[in-house]
């Protein structure tokens, strides 16, 4: 049982490229987030998606595309990466129901953009 | 606005005595509240939540957390600190009324020596 896996667990790129971070999880959760972690700031809220082909903006939005085209998947695109989207990224599920349902967190990929 | 703070940055603790980290919260109404474990390189770990009742919130490895309505603190303790118990702590909260947005507190690195 995997769980909530991402892909890849590094990823070094340069300014400009197009990069897409995968997330996978096998609970069939309705909900599912992504994160950015920096020094000083904790985990900020990028996206979060409540079911398939439903997603919506969080905290830090700009320049980050998200699709859910089903349960399991949500991948995170970075359109044209920046330097200052050099982070760890974490991917998170949580079941559907009350809001007082805890996260599981993926084992998160650090990003290098150059 | 909305916000979380932990205040110490680090906390030093002897194997063997209790310790404590702090959390404060400023948010409307009722929120519910979290405490994660993040192991280096790893995803964030769900330790406890406060949803409504007992003040004093057991979770997992014998951490508990102490939920103060006037104060709006939730700060997490264990009677007995082990060495494994090193980690990066984040406090989070939620609100009621706000679906699954949470706001992650920067963390706080407690580290236990022998």
């Known amino acids: 049982d995997a769980g909530i896996t991402q892909s890849p667990r590094y990823k070094i790129t340069e300014t400009g490229r197009q990069v897409t971070l995968m997330c996978h999880q096998t609970?069939?959760?309705?909900?599912m987030f992504w994160y950015r972690q920096d020094l000083g700031h904790g985990l900020r809220l990028i996206y979060y998606?409540?079911?398939?082909?439903?997603?919506d903006k969080g905290e830090v939005p700009d320049g980050y595309v998200v699709s859910r085209s089903k349960t399991e998947n949500f991948p995170l695109t970075l359109e044209s990466a920046t330097r200052s989207q050099t982070s760890v990224y974490f991917c998170?599920?949580?079941?559907?129901?009350?809001?007082?349902?805890?996260?599981?967190f993926g084992p998160g990929t650090r990003l290098t953009v150059l | 606005a909305q916000s979380v703070a932990q205040p110490e940055d680090q906390v030093n603790v002897a194997e063997g005595n209790p310790l404590t980290v702090k959390c404060t919260y400023s948010?409307?109404?009722?929120?519910?509240l979290f405490w994660y474990v993040q192991y280096p390189n790893r995803g964030l770990q769900f330790l406890l939540k406060?949803?409504?009742?007992?003040?004093l919130v057991k979770g997992s490895y014998g951490f508990e957390a102490e939920f103060n309505k006037s104060q709006t603190s939730f700060h997490l303790k264990k009677p007995s600190a082990l060495v494994s118990d090193s980690a990066l702590y984040f406090c989070?909260?939620?609100?009621?009324?706000?679906?699954?947005?949470?706001?992650f507190g920067a963390g706080t690195r407690l580290f236990v020596k022998a």
């Open positions: 998170a599920s949580s079941e559907s129901g009350r809001s007082a349902n805890e996260q599981f």
């Open positions: 609970w069939s959760h309705s909900y």
């Open positions: 998606s409540a079911a398939a082909d439903i997603t």
């Open positions: 948010v409307s109404g009722n929120p519910y």
């Open positions: 406060y949803i409504t009742g007992d003040n």
């Open positions: 989070a909260v939620r609100d009621r009324t706000g679906g699954f947005k949470t706001i």
